[in-house]
């Protein structure tokens, strides 16, 4: 199977271009950040996923009289996913659940980013865990949902 980055320029045909960026895989999307990120939610719960916590980074940012554009996260996940690999590698629990990030940039493109498990694993010794692959598929599914 040939490794995760070495898929980036068909995922660019796909979806339009896409940013890999210290294991921070970002796509563009047509959509403000909130349908972005909404769509992405509902993907998720249509999948069976827990949906944790949703933070509006930029209502933070008023409540300390500060500016900040667009910018939310969200934390969903379920044990199908996270346990096996925090089975390879415990301490990959730091980065678990998972999350997508979804933010207008200065420019005004919105951008829908989350973590590829391929890096995550490498940063946890956890390269050849097997449950990788799945999860960066069920993420860039979830992802091309969002943005389509």
Request: aromatic fraction near 6%; charge should be positive; hydrophobic fraction near 50%.
């Amino acid at each position: 199977m040939k490794p995760f980055w070495m898929l980036l320029p068909l995922l660019s045909m796909l979806a339009g271009p896409v940013n890999a960026t210290d294991g921070m895989i970002a796509l563009k999307s047509p959509h403000n950040v909130k349908t972005t990120l909404d769509r992405f939610e509902a993907a998720a719960k249509e999948r069976g996923l827990n949906v944790f916590l949703r933070v509006d980074h930029a209502a933070g940012a008023l409540k300390v009289g500060k500016t900040l554009r667009p910018t939310e996260l969200l934390v969903f996940g379920n044990p199908q996913g996270g346990t096996p690999l925090m089975e390879c590698a415990q301490g990959a629990g730091i980065d678990l659940p998972l999350k997508a990030l979804a933010w207008q940039d200065a420019a005004g493109q919105v951008w829908l980013g989350y973590n590829d498990p391929a890096y995550l694993a490498k940063r946890h010794a956890a390269a050849d865990c097997a449950v990788v692959p799945s999860l960066q598929k069920a993420l860039a599914g979830l992802a091309q949902e969002a943005v389509r």
